[in-house]
């Protein structure tokens, strides 16, 4: 819940309570005259149509990012486990197996046929899967327990895209070595140029340059299992792989070697958060179709094309990507893994705009400027503070690391907690949600949960090589964000503490003799049941009030969308005086002056431009008994300085605003 200063979802997310079950039938009759809830436009989720455009939709968005990997994945792994000494035909099998496992285990039964399963309202992420979780939980400590899941899970998805965009690039820009050994020096330069072209042109949308997405990866797609297939065709005993045994084997054969490599192995799966997170953009049932019959069969042929040019050639392990291609299309190759990457990039920072919007709805960071790219998608959005964010810290780890395989250290990490961050959640949704007995449960998620911590351990291994950097950045990310939901927290009990109850300031306002004025005015507050400052302030100051009065607050809740017909709230407290509940949900964007034209459905006429916002500004300062530590209290006050102002949050026109100082000890 907020206020015009305030971040949304300060307070507990659920509805107002309504009138006491208790009260006479009289009583609650014309109570429930007086209260009527209504809601904006809300579509209902509907099953996403299997048809062509939404499989090349989801090809452009969802998979470009596990698309991408076979530029680094496989060579990344046989260098784990063999270093500079000649790779054996009988170990090439065995990493390719448990690659193709992993994508077996991992993404088509954990993802696909599992996880994507929970749904919140249609919508996907670890985020919506924690608030479905959180909502079937009764028990406090778990429910936070469950929400500091979420959200540490949210830190390491952060970290994901970040490492994207740097490792993706540079892998494909390295191809170039191959056909242009000269061209070496180069490398580096044109990564950060491509990079800088990415980030800057985030505010035009992706919807400008979507309709490219969808073609370009379909022919990616089939480059890579017409690559693959020409290669297994010439050493067809690379289809061995696909037996586990060789897996088994490799694992027994070099015991804490094939640890090590485990650590590579995941970088095969890198992106499949995104199959989950993407849900409520395409549906469940595109994404499914997608990864079964198309970009499952595509990945695993390249894969094995790889090892078969590998046991045939063991000089290719240098880039056996690109030097699948026959010579005279290795440039065009790079040309297009080029734009690959740039677009699997570009999946990766449009979801994180996403998950950022929604650690600001529910209360975990600031205000953020947001700006909507398309005036037809609610999800195409910009943030410019956090696109720099993102652009400084790719560039910054090209520049340290400047190498996609000294990169791939820093990669597994972000992605094997996230994983684990799923799995554990995924223990409640499906005991409580979906009613699954406790030994269903156990059956399945405790061996994912085991093969999520066998991949996170492996890869703490690479903490000294880089894998320093997704944990100092979760690290810091979980830190800020506890920091602010705890500060918004101790100023919103300090004002319940500080404030006029409403039931005494309506009881006295008759025998006030305030002077009412004509007019409009809309106080906000993160405390409907109290007088907000900002009124009492401008009584003492001007010694007015307007004709027509509305307390607005802003209600977060913990799912994705408002339910329809629960979007408004409206009270009336007293003769023209009207208390007004605004719901969001923490994929939605607060637009209050839209919200408030709405208000002429229930006999209120709200004119926007006869009427004007009174904000109260806060002025932080330490209490004399503070509940906060001092370095946490000056890094709340940073971060609160540096927060877009609620007019321009809540999309409030500034020429309305009337701002009111109020002192607030915490």
Known sequence: MTDATNTPGQQDSKPPAGPASQTAAAKAAQTAARITEFGADQPEHTAAPVGFAALLGVLGVVYGDIGTSPLYALRSTIEAVNGHHPIRDFEVLGVESLIFWTLLIVVTLKYVLLVMRADHNGEGGILALSSLAQRVTTNPKLRLALGMTGIVGACLFFGDGIITPAISVLSAIEGVEVSLPAAQEFILPASVIILIALFSVQWLGTGKVGTIFGPVMLLWFATLGLLGLTQILHHPGVLFAMSPYYAVMFIIHHGALSFVALGSVVLCVTGAEALYADMGHFGRAPIQYAWNFFVLPMLALNYLGQGALIMADPGSLSNPFFMMAPSALRLPL???????????????????????????????????????????????????????????????????????????????????????CTTMLCFVVFHRQFKWSRPAVYATFVPLLLIDAVFFSSNVLKVPDGGWVPLMLGGVLTLMMTTWKRGRSLIVARQRQDSLPM????????????????????????????????????????????????????????????????????????????????????????????????????????????????????????????????????????????????????????????????????
């Open 334 to 420: 790079v040309i297009l893994s080029t734009f690959a990457t740039v677009i699997a990039s570009q999946a990766g920072i449009s979801g994180g705009f996403q998950v950022c919007r929604q650690l600001i709805q529910l209360g975990y960071l600031p205000r953020m400027r947001i700006t909507h790219t398309n005036a037809e998608e609610e999800g195409q959005i910009y943030l410019p503070d956090f696109n720099r964010f993102l652009a400084i810290g790719a560039t910054l780890l090209v520049l340290a690391f400047r190498s996609s395989d000294r990169l791939a250290a820093a990669y597994g990490i972000a992605v094997t907690g996230t994983f684990i």
């Open 503 to 666: 039931g005494s300031f309506l009881a006295r306002l008759p025998q006030s003799r305030t002077i009412r004025v004509p007019g409009m005015a809309v106080f906000l507050t993160a405390t409907p049941e109290f007088v907000p400052p900002c009124l009492l302030h401008n009584l003492k100051h001007n010694k007015v009030l307007h004709d027509h009065v509305l307390f607005v607050t802003v209600q977060n809740l913990d799912q994705p969308e408002a339910d329809r017909g629960h979007r408004v709230a409206v009270e009336e407290l007293a003769h023209d005086m009207y208390r007004v509940i605004l719901r969001y949900g923490f994929m939605e964007t607060p637009n209050i002056p839209r919200a408030l034209e709405e208000l002429k459905a229930n006999g209120i006429d709200f004119d926007p431009m006869q009427s004007s916002y009174f904000i109260s500004r806060e002025l932080l300062a330490r209490s004399s008994v503070t509940k906060i530590s001092r370095w946490r209290m000056s890094l709340f006050l940073f971060m609160a300085r540096n927060a877009t102002p609620a007019t321009e949050f809540f999309r409030i026109p500034t020429d309305r605003v009337v701002e009111l100082g109020v002192k607030v000890a915490i």
